[in-house]
């Protein structure tokens, strides 16, 4: 089983940055392909970024690139979310995420509890 918790989230103007950081226990992290997601007030969870088990290779939504970067630090055990020029429309709970590499598409298994990000325009 993994245990992934999240944390950073908050409330913050239009155009500023926010980092997402997400802690994973109870498997062998660099087995795991990591992966955000989100889901706004009245809709569908939807992805926002993925990363391979290295590091060496990153996947994200439309609405988000440019804007936003995924990466790991897999001595801790870490993965984070730099969201940089946010929007209102990156309101928004968001979850951490894992899966048995090495694809990054498909049903991640796992899931964290999730993280208030709240943007202000």
């Known amino acids: 089983q993994v245990q992934l918790v999240e944390s950073g989230g908050g409330l913050v103007q239009a155009g500023n940055s926010l980092r997402l950081a997400c802690a994973a226990s109870?498997?062998?992290?660099?087995?795991?392909?990591m992966g955000w997601f989100r889901q706004a007030p009245g809709k569908e969870r939807e992805f926002v970024a993925a990363i391979s088990r290295r590091g060496g290779f990153a996947d994200y939504a439309d609405s988000v690139k440019g804007r936003f970067t995924i990466s790991r630090d897999n001595a801790a055990n870490q993965v984070y979310l730099q969201m940089n020029s946010l929007k209102p429309e990156d309101t928004a709970v968001y979850y951490c995420?894992?899966?048995?590499?090495?694809?990054?598409?498909?049903?991640?298994?796992?899931w964290g509890q999730g993280t208030q990000v709240t943007v202000s325009s």
């Open positions: 995420a894992a899966r048995p590499g090495p694809s990054l598409q498909g049903v991640y298994d796992y």
């Open positions: 109870g498997r062998e992290f660099t087995s795991l392909v």
